[in-house]
């Protein structure tokens, strides 16, 4: 075990040196590439490598450089966020006076916004900005967009000088289920079938019924009672009649039923897919009518 750690330590040192290296050599190129804007006279690059080079490894040269630059460039908002950067160290000397004057001068027009989200990235007026870290921003309208993940907000504001201004991203809600459906009117779709049923054996009744009445007239013709009449003629006479009238009868009960079922079909009864349709199948000699529709 302590040869295990031994060498773990030996491994470390070398690793956090090169590290330390990488941090210096970026911060010594970003603080190069601010003295070359600042001789060409362009203090906010100036202002932003100097800022650059002190937060990547915090050097009170770098800071107090950065400062001056903000202050020739006008840049309220980095001047103000490198007071608080001044102030947060607790130095003095130079870095702390120019820092004092940097607040004189910029502190009446900015603000402070902080985006308040678990992990998300966020953006003002399209400048990426910290989550959960307070920036100094101009006072003014911006826009301000914050993204987790899919989703995305947008939320302008308009921000006072002084104010600080929170925005806080809601966590998402789980989708919520669907209100159970209230029970439809109507009535039961057993109806139409029942009705059907009904149809179908007063049909069957009427056909045996027609069927009866012709057998009927057939033996009437057969005995030649169309011809002369003789007895027996007249039995058949009635029993013809009495065939036709109840043939007619139930004609009329059948498509009395029928449209019944009908109605019941489309404007009565609740069907599951809300769909109900008359179907009509041709047959040798006519069509066959009926009605579609689920339960």
């Known amino acids: 075990m302590s040869l295990l750690l031994a060498v773990a330590a030996f491994t470390a040192v070398p690793r956090a040196r090169a590290e330390d290296t990488a941090r210096s050599r970026a911060a010594s190129d970003a603080y190069d590439r601010g003295a070359e804007a600042q001789r060409r006279g362009d203090f906010a690059t100036a202002a932003q490598e100097f800022a650059r080079a002190d937060e990547i490894a915090p050097n009170d040269v770098a800071l107090l450089s950065a400062l001056e630059a903000a202050l020739h460039a006008d840049d309220a908002a980095l001047?103000?966020?490198?007071?608080?950067?001044?102030?947060?160290?607790?130095?003095?000397?130079?870095?702390?006076?120019?820092?004092?004057?940097?607040?004189?001068?910029?502190?009446?027009?900015?603000?402070?916004?902080?985006?308040?989200?678990?992990?998300?990235?966020?953006?003002?007026?399209?400048?990426?900005?910290?989550?959960?870290?307070?920036?100094?921003?101009?006072?003014?309208?911006?826009?301000?967009?914050?993204?987790?993940?899919?989703?995305a907000i947008e939320r302008p504001i308009e921000l006072r000088a002084g104010a600080l201004e929170e925005i806080v991203l809601p966590t998402a809600e789980p989708a919520k289920p669907p209100p159970p459906r209230a029970p439809e009117g109507g009535l039961s779709p057993a109806w139409v079938w029942v009705g059907l049923g009904v149809t179908a054996v007063v049909g069957g009744v009427t056909i045996w019924s027609g069927t009866d009445a012709i057998r009927q007239h057939d033996?009437?013709?057969?005995?030649?009672?169309?011809?002369?009449?003789?007895?027996?003629?007249?039995?058949?006479?009635?029993?013809?009649?009495?065939?036709?009238?109840?043939?007619?009868?139930?004609?009329?009960?059948?498509?009395a039923a029928a449209v019944v079922t009908g109605a019941l079909a489309l404007f009565a009864v609740r069907w599951k897919t809300g769909e109900t349709a008359f179907v009509l199948s041709p047959t040798t000699g006519g069509a066959v009518a009926g009605l579609r529709g689920s339960l």
Not at 97 to 120: E, Q
Not at 220 to 249: K, P, Y
Request: net charge positive; aromatic share 2%; hydrophobic share 45%.
């Open 79 to 151: 001047g103000m966020t490198l007071t608080a950067r001044a102030a947060a160290r607790n130095g003095e000397g130079a870095a702390v006076d120019l820092a004092a004057k940097l607040r004189a001068k910029f502190g009446g027009r900015v603000g402070r916004v902080r985006v308040a989200c678990g992990t998300c990235s966020a953006t003002i007026d399209g400048g990426a900005v910290a989550p959960n870290v307070i920036s100094w921003i101009t006072a003014g309208k911006h826009l301000v967009v914050v993204r987790d993940g899919a989703r």
């Open 219 to 255: 033996v009437f013709v057969t005995d030649r009672c169309d011809q002369a009449a003789h007895t027996g003629c007249a039995g058949l006479v009635d029993d013809g009649r009495a065939a036709v009238v109840r043939t007619n009868v139930l004609l009329g009960v059948t498509a």
